[in-house]
């Protein structure tokens, strides 16, 4: 892959993408290993957006050099992740007794778990037009 500079709202991306990888995935693993029986499914969950948040991040990374496909991929996933799951926890009260990075809608982490698919899906699209303006 080769380096070119990264535009602001990239950087950002990047950031908040590794940050909560990191957040949500240490969370998931101290719940799994710990408190494994009060609410499996959310912390599966959980790490399941952790695996998510890194993939995106290595997406969003290989599509500021052009290779859009993988990055498009994963914020329509993330994104149907975090509606589905904020859905369910809404809807099924019971299956979530424990929150997990998803539920309501990313609500314990202010929601940036329901902007950031659609705020990196809108730099996509930036770079998208940029690729096909050059």
Do not use: C, N
């Amino acid at each position: 892959m080769t380096d070119t500079p990264r535009s602001g709202p990239h950087k950002v991306l990047l950031a908040f993408y590794a940050l909560f990888a990191l957040a949500a995935g240490a969370r998931a693993l101290v719940q799994l290993t710990t408190q494994y029986d009060e609410a499996p499914v959310a912390y599966w969950l959980s790490l399941a957006a952790a695996v998510t948040y890194a993939l995106g991040w290595v997406a969003i990374r290989q599509a500021s050099v052009g290779r859009t496909g993988f990055a498009s991929v994963m914020l329509w996933v993330e994104l149907a992740g975090v509606l589905t799951v904020g859905t369910l926890s809404l809807v099924e009260r019971d299956w979530f007794p424990d929150a997990s990075v998803w539920s309501d809608y990313g609500i314990g982490y202010g929601f940036v778990p329901a902007v950031l698919p659609i705020a990196g899906l809108i730099w996509l699209r930036h770079q998208k037009r940029r690729a096909h303006a050059a």
